[in-house]
């Protein structure tokens, strides 16, 4: 699917392609061959620019090339409520277009001419920092739900060990790392913008104002933050998971340690009931209340045992 929009003094308007004109953003979402092959031949965008950004498993960079900058970070998803994941984000700046390439959609690009309020589309650097920031506040938003869900389910455990909670808890901890791993590449992408506006190279394309240079400083210090959160939830996502694993680990040891006192109790009437029982001589075998008897030394023997087992600390 693609999609034009063009920023006039009017507002914003929203062209159709194949009708391209300058200063106008191409949104391109999962797009067929015969489409990126159209957007290259009008925009003047190498074809592997375009694809690049459709691996799912491409991580963040720049390239350069011709007077063509290529921009893939990773954004944020939810993919469940428990599940969270990255997906590739491309942005292509040339002289006269800007152009987005991702495989599916996403929160960070606006859907429509109306929630495009804030942006402007032949301002190119400001367009890019937009997107980087909004990114990094995305981020920020789903590492909010990991944290409360986190918390939601550490007070469940807390009542009842279940292994859906576990499972839950695994989730987070592994859509935490891939956080982890998409917020190192971004901060990358970031500090290698910064040079090549610091060494003025692609400077037809990137334009800094001094707007731009206060957003460009907003952006690194979300980054930073979501960055060193996403560590700080892993650390103790992380210790949750190891902490309840030796509380299950402890609940068994205790269980076992029951049933083997139970065990030892239940044992002693059985082998002195055992013992009366032989086909042999015993004492008060011809006695009237011989098994009244018999039956006072099972339980006063049992009593002891549970008494001294309780003194152990096993009951």
């Known amino acids: 699917m693609i999609t034009v929009y063009k920023s006039e003094d009017r507002g914003i308007r929203q062209l159709e392609f194949p009708a391209l004109e300058p200063g106008c953003w191409v949104n391109i979402v999962a797009p067929k061959g015969d489409e990126i092959a159209a957007v290259s ?12 950004a459709l691996d799912p498993e491409e991580t963040s960079h720049i390239e350069t090339d011709d007077g063509v900058l ?14 969270f994941d990255t997906v590739p984000l491309g942005v292509i700046l040339t002289p006269d277009y800007i152009v987005t390439v991702s ?6 690009l606006p859907r429509s001419v109306v929630s495009m309020n804030g942006f402007c589309t032949y301002k190119r650097t400001r367009f890019l920092l937009q997107i980087l920031y909004k990114t990094a506040t995305a981020f920020l938003r789903y590492l909010g739900q990991i944290n409360r869900r986190s918390n939601q389910i550490e007070n469940n455990l807390r009542h009842a060990m279940k292994n859906e909670e576990l499972y839950q808890l695994f ?3 592994k859509s935490l790392t891939y956080f982890s791993a998409a917020l190192r590449s971004n ?25 731009d240079e206060d957003l460009l400083e907003d952006v690194q210090i979300e980054y930073n933050q979501a960055y060193e959160m996403v560590q700080m939830y892993s650390n103790v996502l ?15 040891n205790i269980v076992m340690k029951f049933l083997a006192s139970v065990t ?14 032989m086909n042999v001589d015993v004492p008060w075998g011809g006695a009237p209340f011989g098994f009244v008897f018999v039956l006072v030394v099972s339980v006063t023997l049992s009593a002891l045992s549970t008494f001294w087992l309780w003194r152990k600390g096993m009951l």
Request: hydrophobic content about 50%.
């Open 41 to 52: 031949s009008l925009t003047g965008i190498p074809a592997d620019y375009i694809t690049t």
């Open 70 to 83: 290529l921009v893939v970070i990773n954004v944020a998803k939810s993919a469940s409520e428990f599940d």
């Open 103 to 108: 495989l599916e959609g996403n929160d960070i």
């Open 171 to 173: 989730d987070l901890e």
């Open 187 to 211: 901060r990358v992408v970031i500090e290698r913008l910064l040079r090549l506006i610091q060494n003025g190279q692609m400077r037809e394309i990137v334009k800094m104002r001094e707007d």
């Open 238 to 252: 992380s210790g949750m998971m190891d902490a309840f694993a030796s509380i299950i680990s402890n609940n068994l």
């Open 264 to 277: 030892i109790i239940i044992s002693v009437p059985t082998a002195i009931a055992s013992f009366w029982g």
